[in-house]
């Protein structure tokens, strides 16, 4: 990241079609959409995983990521019939909002949403094969704030 008296210079404007397919392609690799309101990066998307993220990795690395970040507005549901018990899921969820778990009368292991740790970012949903998973909208749009005050104090971004 290159910085020049404390502006970001590697920031690129995109257009709302360009902004779409990034957004794709990072889904595709399982990256998973956090909108920061800190500092210069206003109206930002970052891409985070568990990987390199500044943000989630060193939460997901202390056990602290659901004392920290609020979950967004959803929370995937899982279609029991559907479920083939693949693990997919299991895999792509970050925030261990998901497990495993015996079904009477089925031989197979079927996934389960932990709703207390599911954040809503929908990394499960995507790359579901069986078509077995969804987002629902659980919370309200006052859930989201339009901005945090310590930014709405500031004034709005230039």
Same mark, same amino acid.
Do not use: W, Y
């Given at each position: 990241?290159?910085?020049?008296?404390?502006?970001?210079?590697?920031?690129? =404007?995109?257009?709302? %079609?360009?902004? *779409?397919?990034?957004?794709?392609?990072?889904?595709?690799?399982?990256?998973?959409?956090?909108?920061?309101?800190? !500092?210069? %990066?206003?109206?930002?998307?970052?891409?985070?995983?568990?990987?390199?993220? !500044?943000?989630?990795? =060193?939460?997901?690395?202390?056990?602290?990521?659901?004392?920290?970040?609020?979950?967004?507005? /959803?929370?995937?549901?899982?279609?029991?019939?559907?479920?083939?018990?693949?693990?997919?899921? *299991?895999?792509?969820?970050?925030?261990?909002?998901?497990?495993?778990?015996?079904?009477?009368?089925?031989?197979?292991?079927?996934?389960?949403?932990?709703?207390?740790?599911?954040?809503?970012?929908?990394?499960?949903? /995507?790359?579901?094969?069986?078509? %077995?998973?969804?987002?629902?909208?659980?919370?309200? =749009?006052?859930?989201?704030?339009?901005?945090?005050?310590?930014?709405?104090?500031?004034? =709005?971004?230039?």
């Amino acid at each position: 990241m290159g910085a020049i008296a404390g502006k970001r210079t590697d920031v690129k =404007p995109l257009s709302k %079609a360009e902004a *779409l397919a990034l957004n794709d392609e990072t889904e595709e690799k399982g990256l998973v959409h956090i909108p920061l309101n800190i !500092m210069h %990066a206003e109206g930002t998307i970052c891409n985070c995983c568990d990987d390199c993220c !500044m943000v989630v990795n =060193p939460l997901l690395k202390r056990e602290r990521v659901h004392a920290i970040l609020s979950p967004s507005r /959803f929370r995937a549901v899982i279609d029991e019939e559907k479920c083939q018990g693949c693990q997919t899921c *299991l895999e792509r969820c970050i925030f261990d909002g998901i497990e495993m778990k015996k079904v009477p009368g089925s031989k197979k292991m079927k996934a389960f949403i932990i709703n207390e740790h599911c954040m809503g970012c929908g990394m499960c949903v /995507f790359k579901c094969p069986n078509g %077995a998973m969804k987002l629902e909208l659980i919370r309200p =749009p006052e859930h989201i704030p339009e901005q945090m005050p310590e930014m709405a104090a500031r004034g =709005p971004a230039k």
